[in-house]
């Protein structure tokens, strides 16, 4: 099996763009990752069973790789914590199949990203990693990106600097993947509102360093964009009010509005 674009999710690919992803550098660690791993044939076919029966549960891993491991890019991270992002990534959720995906039922992203009943996944992809003789530090990643920085996530309720570095970019990943990804037939969130989202949570659940460089980097796909207001009004985004994502520049009716003077009117939706 080779990982290739065909395997991202569509939300992903609406942000990537040449500048900001070396995508061909990107997907190469992540399957020279895999290719090391000890058990690798079971692996594979573990992941081929994944792809085959619950593709969008795969779409994610491989998404939330490639995002986990952009996002340590920027942050100049050490190649061999790549890595670490690569593979954690890749099998973070693999619990999720094991507890619901075997048993034929559709897997409820935005539920299990809060917990809600879907705690287990976590110990129960862990355990299967453990035995597939994964890189403990790949372990100890996977076991953590569902701890929040406020203490409030879990398995282990750590808190601060207790959660795990790796961790946290695929926290950062996961949650961006899960918010904007189409599924059960609903459209995920737009980009601003899902930025606006995770800025919100930066500075209590999400490591805000790092919430913070993926929007730089990405908040700008949105200019160009035909935004839905709250009044039922449209307009083109021309320029991102960074300190304030949801009320930006909007060319409307032949006039330029700033929406964070105005403060009567924010953006509800974007139309792609």
Known sequence: MIITENDFSENLKEIIDEKNFNITELLERLNEAIKKLVEYEKVIALLGEIKEQEKELFEHLVSVSILAQQIGTWAKWEEYEL?????????????????IGKKKKKIPFKDELQGNGYEKHVTEGTHLLKTLRVDPEVIKAVLGHHERIDGNGFPMHLSGAMVNKI??????????????????????????????????????????????????????????????????STGRIVMINKYDLLYPVVECRGRSMDLSMLKRVCVEDIVV
């Open 83 to 99: 890595e670490y992002a690569a593979l954690g990534g890749m099998l973070h959720d693999i619990g999720l199949f094991q507890t």
């Open 167 to 232: 961790a946290r970019s695929l926290a950062v990943a996961d949650a961006y993947d899960v918010y904007t990804m189409k599924h059960k037939g609903e459209c995920g969130w737009p980009l601003l509102i899902a930025l606006q989202r995770m800025e919100d949570e930066g500075s209590r659940k999400l490591d805000s360093g790092l919430v913070q460089i993926f929007v730089e980097h990405v908040v700008e796909k949105a200019v160009g964009k035909t935004a839905v207001l709250s009044d039922g």
